[in-house]
């Protein structure tokens, strides 16, 4: 575990989530599980936690951070909301959907959340856990994956151990344990920045226009977190479409494809991102020199998760 601070796993009931909103309001930080991943929470509003955020992820002072809301009213605090994001919200939220906005001259966030952009990205997170804190600060809670940057994802409070915050809120395993559709709202137009739960045509449909896909590839400065193009790796090489065993490579199966744990024997996509990052998390720690990932499909939440494993595997290349 890095830092120099013991960590404390607590029980996410009333009493624990009383301590989280206390450390957060005296401008600590402390790790809050949501639907999608486990969050490193700090105060939006004071530029010290959020610092503190930055420091113990080892994040990239240009990736901005996602703003956590409870509603589509604290929404309205810190950004513009055109009619088609409304349409989004009424639908999506709470729910696994980011949206990049046009941030409110006005908005009470410091400027490292936003990165110095014109946007701000706002969730309203399906967790009650996650909502009783947002409720309990009384104001958006920054909240990126509580990792160390550009590493798996936690879906669970023990994957959090490396990061050096400490306070973990356990409330066990995330429900869909696969980062939040990212999805910049511009007028009449819409940018799939990164995919999630939510897939473009689900997105379209209920908002009535087409949703564009941004283009691939590593951004100087990224107009949305978690849109870095080498990220989510693990500390062992990764292999994609891999259809056999193989002496010293960990194979994550799919489907027919049966490995040394499989990501969901009947096929289903959800089920698999439910699965993904524990079950890297468990192929880097198995003793095996490389990792394998079954086919997936790219339907539904298998584009997130092919997503996910491309830029893992791009990181894993890059590693000396």
């Known amino acids: 575990m890095g830092g120099t601070r013991p960590q404390r796993r607590i029980a996410a009931d009333d009493r624990g989530i009383a301590e989280v909103v206390r450390q957060l309001k005296a401008g600590g930080i402390a790790a809050v599980p949501t639907e999608t991943v486990y969050g490193l929470a700090a105060d939006a509003a004071n530029p010290a936690a959020v610092a503190r955020v930055f420091r113990a992820k080892g994040r990239p002072a240009a990736n901005p951070l996602i703003v956590h809301v ?51 990205a706002l969730r309203a997170p399906d967790h009650p856990v996650m909502q009783a804190v947002i ?37 066990g395993p995330c429900r869909l344990g696969l980062e939040s559709s990212v999805v910049k709202v511009e007028e ?22 087409p949703v564009e896909l941004a283009g691939a590839g590593a951004k100087e400065a990224p107009e949305a977190p978690g849109t870095a193009f080498r990220h989510y790796a693990p500390r062992l090489p990764l292999d994609l479409d891999v259809t056999e065993a193989a002496a010293g490579r960990f194979l994550l199966g799919f489907g027919p494809v049966p490995g040394d744990l499989n990501l969901s024997p009947a096929g289903d996509v959800a089920e698999a991102a439910a699965n993904l990052f524990a079950a890297l998390y468990r192929a880097e ?36």
């Open 135 to 171: 409720r309990g600060l009384g104001r958006g809670v920054a909240a990126p994956s509580a990792n160390v940057s550009g590493r798996l994802s936690p879906t669970r409070p023990e994957h959090v151990a490396e990061l050096a915050v400490p306070l973990v809120l356990d409330a």
């Open 285 to 320: 720690t198995s003793g095996a020199e490389r990792i394998g990932v079954a086919p997936i499909p790219a339907e539904g939440a298998g584009i997130a998760i092919r997503d996910r494993l491309q830029r893992a595997a791009a990181a894993s290349r890059d590693r000396p």
């Open 188 to 209: 009449d137009r819409l940018v799939l920045l990164r995919p999630g739960s939510l897939d473009s045509a689900t997105l379209a449909e209920a908002a009535g226009v």
């Open 70 to 120: 409870a509603n589509r009213e604290m929404a309205a605090r810190y950004a513009e909301i055109p009619p088609l994001a409304d349409r989004l919200m009424a639908r999506f939220w709470p729910g696994p959907l980011t949206l990049v906005l046009p941030r409110r001259a006005d908005a009470p966030l410091t400027g490292a959340v936003t990165a110095g952009l014109p946007t701000v």
